[in-house]
DNA sequence: CGCATTCTTGCACTCTCTGCAAAGTTGCGC
DNA sequence: GCGCAACTTTGCAGAGAGTGCAAGAATGCG
């Protein structure tokens, strides 16, 4: 998908690319944000981002994706710089999302997804859904990384693998549920206003700790 | 998807509707594992169904609904029955989660289900989301189960809400994975044919000892 | 039997999404 | 600059999902 011949930096066509490719997701994350999801239309997205209706599937594949503003090429990438050796498996999951979740966004990106996000929280069970598509590839990452744990040296692939699967799921649920928190904090409040945009990597790291919290209390 | 031949009490009426259900689901399920998912259109299975394409909307909202035989109605009925005193949490939600599945389900239902499962593994997930659409209803039911729970007494109601959602994610995640494996799991065996269906309650029963394993070894 | 309720069905319609082919752009070597 | 190759945009045609409506059929109950 992506042109190797780059003479020095990216050529037109790769800027223009992004540049459409913006100007739907951001056309399509302030319809929905104005009128709603259902009420949304790719006709309606199409025209305010000045391409045809049949150039946004040149883009995205589904409504949805646009309104997240999704970039597959970019998820792929990340998944293939995965790097080998990890510490803690819990914690390199958490990296392995945070890094496909951050491949595709810019900045002003973000806070119009927040915000749409707060308005349509089932969008992010898609969103979940989509990296669930994933599963089988991020699986056996995973079940490669547990094989170094002395904890699953005991274990079969076959259980490795099941257990990868368990652990992905469980992550995923829990990133799920932070950025559900992420999206609905009021950030309108009457406090210093300078960043008062959460540091991403703040919300893993209380993703994190709230499942530990929540595995201690229960085992 | 209530029991085609259990006619006690009921009407002519009620009778007929949860045979054309049956029957719609039957065929969905069929023309999926003959012609795969995506091959398999709402048309041809209101002509296996002997039924107009309108009358199929009548009975399900959506081709993956018909062809897992969901029936929205007992599982609404399910969640009005839920005990308030649980033991322990965790099994509380398998047993919620249990319930809810178990709500739609005749016998036949199960073994083309679970076929189907195999060929469509996506199914699972879709599943799974639709119970996560249940998220909120079922996250305070188990809120309040935490709040007789020693080992959440000193979180505030917002926090026991977050972990109730967790803890459900997590347990979704757990059968999920869990199911895939029932499905997965080939029984085309040597012996007697008959019930080598593995029993419903095992499955949950392995997931929760998978799920506390797991939760061991990453504490 | 007759009336109210419910179920089925056809029809027309919107919307998502895909394949195809024609026409326009861009990049690059010459 | 020229022209070819690669890429992009777009319109068009069409399948498929899903909904609202209203006419007509089946059912149940008094």
Redesign the pocket.
Same mark, same amino acid.
């Given at each position: 998908m992506r /042109?190797v011949?780059?003479?020095s930096g990216l050529?037109?066509?790769?800027? %223009?690319?992004a540049q459409?490719a913006e100007a739907i997701h951001i056309a399509a994350a302030e319809l929905v944000l104005e009128n709603g999801l259902d009420e949304?239309?790719?006709?309606a997205i199409?025209a305010r981002a /000045?391409?045809?209706?049949?150039?946004f599937?040149?883009?995205?594949?589904? %409504?949805?994706d646009a309104v997240l503003g999704i970039d597959e090429g970019a998820v792929a990438a990340e998944l293939d710089k995965v790097h080998d050796t990890q510490e803690d498996p819990l914690a390199a999951v958490f990296d392995l999302i945070y890094a496909i979740f951050e491949a595709s966004g810019g900045k002003q990106r973000k806070e119009l997804s927040r915000a749409v996000i707060r308005k349509h929280p089932q969008l992010m069970t898609r969103q979940m859904a989509r990296v669930a598509d994933l599963e089988d590839r991020l699986s056996e990452i995973i079940a490669g990384w547990l094989r170094d744990d002395e904890r699953f040296a005991d274990d079969t692939d076959a259980e490795r693998l099941e257990q990868a699967r368990l652990i992905l799921g469980i992550c995923l649920s829990t990133v799920r549920i932070s950025m559900r928190r992420w999206a609905g904090h009021d950030h309108s409040g009457s406090g210093a206003g300078s960043s008062d945009t959460p540091d991403p990597r703040k919300i893993y790291e209380r993703a994190i700790a709230t499942l530990r919290t929540v595995m201690e209390k229960l085992s």
């Open positions: /042109d011949n780059d003479s050529g037109l066509r790769e800027r %223009k690319r459409t949304t239309t790719i006709d199409s /000045d391409v045809s209706n049949r150039t599937f040149n883009y995205f594949p589904s %409504k949805e």
